[in-house]
């Protein structure tokens, strides 16, 4: 059973960087699988920010591809997302997930990690 | 971009009835892409349907999924309390964004 936690700073300037991490247990970030980041602003719906795999290839939302990176720690066996020039906008529980087993859809969700952007 | 609409907004029904929720994508899918979760306040989502009619390791029978096109919908045969959530279905595109969700649909207990 693959365990995903997220960690980082849970307040945020705005026009400043946010920047998670996702560690994985029970699991290989090397396996040949999509690792993406979803986030979920307070009691809205969700939206996908981005994707990496193992190899390191990446994708992004055409909506945050200018401000968002993503990259693999394979000797720590996690991943980690940058969000640069945050807003309030930004203000969401961020999930790092993985992709299911099956394809095309999402089976590993970490718990979550509330991110504010506020000054 | 494919958009999804969920409906109703809220359903609110008994245990024991019978939910059906909808979600209609802006044009044609295929269906292997069409996937349901719920999630519960507090919770990450938790995938229930996969390629729009496979239920995923673990998910209860009375769970189903059915569509083509652009019209998709989640049927719960009879409601456990432990139903009551909010779902969503999501479309995996074959070039980004990768995951594109519908707006929900809360199912409460009326």
């Known amino acids: 059973q693959v365990q995903l936690q997220e960690s980082g700073p849970g307040l945020v300037k705005p026009s400043g960087t946010l920047s998670l991490t996702c560690a994985v247990s029970?699991?290989?970030?090397?396996?040949?699988?999509?690792w993406s980041w979803v986030r979920q602003p307070p009691g809205k719906g969700l939206e996908w920010i981005g994707e990496?795999?193992?190899?390191?290839?990446?994708n992004y939302s055409p909506s945050l591809r200018s401000r968002v990176s993503i990259s693999l720690d394979k000797s720590k066996n996690q991943f980690s997302l940058m969000l640069t020039s945050v807003t309030a906008a930004d203000t969401a529980v961020y999930y790092c997930?993985?992709?299911?087993?099956?394809?095309?859809?999402?089976?590993?969700w970490g718990q979550g990690t509330l991110v504010t952007v506020s000054s | 971009e494919i958009v999804l609409t969920q409906s109703p907004g809220t359903l609110s029904l008994s245990p024991g009835e019978r939910a059906t929720l909808s979600c209609r994508a802006s044009?044609?899918?295929?269906?292997?892409?069409v996937a349901w979760y719920q999630q519960k306040p507090g919770q990450a989502p938790r995938l229930l349907i996969y390629?729009?009619?496979n239920r995923a390791t673990g998910i209860a029978d009375r769970f189903s999924g059915s569509g083509s096109g652009t019209d998709f919908t989640l049927t719960i045969s009879r409601l456990e309390p432990e139903d009551f959530a909010v779902y969503y279905c999501?479309?995996?595109?074959?070039?980004?964004?990768?995951?594109?969700f519908g707006q929900g649909t809360k199912l409460q207990i009326k």
């Open positions: 999501q479309h995996y595109g074959t070039s980004p964004p990768r995951y594109t």
């Open positions: 390629g729009a009619s």
């Open positions: 044009q044609s899918v295929s269906s292997r892409y």
């Open positions: 029970s699991g290989s970030i090397s396996s040949p699988k999509w």
């Open positions: 997930v993985r992709e299911s087993t099956y394809g095309s859809s999402i089976d590993y």
């Open positions: 990496i795999y193992h190899t390191g290839n990446t």
